[in-house]
């Protein structure tokens, strides 16, 4: 198994600019999760989604979106790129858990390093 | 919604000391609760983590601990060493529920 795997690791945007940051797992999980984390700080969620065709909003949405047209795929779309979006992103996933019984662990990709100049 | 509280985001200690990293939750529902460990660079990875029906777990020289009446739970390395330093982010969540991450604590072992 690859695990979590997102691409490009590194990427120069002017800003006005669009990207897609690609996300993908192997592992079947139903959770995937979009962070961001600002030099020095920590991890803050912009976007997860708890299985095919659902998504929703974490802390820090705005000026992302994200779709999950499969289980194994999460993009997170930049549209109009600002310096503000400068940052490292993390993909994550992890196992549903039981009904009832407590989540497992989360597998982060290597992460995308992002300037917006 | 969960919200969870980490202190302190700076901890200095001599090698060969112990580090304790301390967190709190607010959603009382929370039942599963992981460490990660994250160096300069790199990804977070889990380190350790515990679930609300365990009070502790250790595993060689780290440890967490668990109140769930006071909610909160905490991250005990002991000898520390050279390749403890580091980032370490608490976390918590619920059943089918989305992870909530602490601010982190930056580690630094002293020579």
């Known amino acids: 198994n690859a695990g979590v795997t997102q691409t490009p690791k590194f990427r120069i945007l002017k800003i006005g600019q669009s990207m897609t940051l690609q996300c993908t797992q192997d592992m079947n999980h139903n959770y995937m999760y979009w962070y961001r984390q600002d030099p020095g700080m920590g991890l803050k969620l912009i976007y997860y989604?708890?299985?095919?065709?659902?998504?929703d909003k974490g802390e820090v949405p705005n000026g992302y979106n994200v779709s999950r047209s499969t289980t194994e795929d999460f993009p997170l779309r930049l549209e109009l790129a600002a310096p503000s979006q400068t940052s490292v992103y993390f993909c994550?996933?992890?196992?549903?858990?039981?009904?009832?019984?407590?989540?497992?662990?989360?597998?982060f990709g290597q992460g995308t390093r992002l300037t917006v100049v | 919604g969960e919200n969870v509280e980490q202190h302190p985001s700076t901890l200095s200690v001599q090698e060969g000391d112990s580090a304790v990293i301390k967190c709190t939750y607010s959603d009382s529902a929370s039942n599963y609760f992981p460490w990660y460990k994250q160096e300069l660079g790199k990804r977070p990875q889990l380190i350790i983590d515990?679930?609300?029906?365990?009070g502790e777990k250790k595993d060689q020289r780290i440890a967490v601990t668990l109140n769930k009446t006071a909610k909160h739970f905490s991250l005990h390395i002991t000898e520390t060493q050279p390749e403890d330093s580091a980032v370490y982010f608490c976390?918590?969540?619920?059943?089918?529920?989305?992870?909530?991450f602490g601010k982190g604590t930056r580690l630094h072992i002293l020579p």
């Open positions: 994550a996933s992890s196992p549903r858990s039981h009904q009832g019984r407590a989540n497992t662990e989360a597998f």
């Open positions: 989604s708890v299985g095919a065709g659902i998504t």
């Open positions: 976390a918590a969540s619920k059943a089918n529920d989305k992870i909530i």
């Open positions: 515990i679930r609300s029906n365990v």
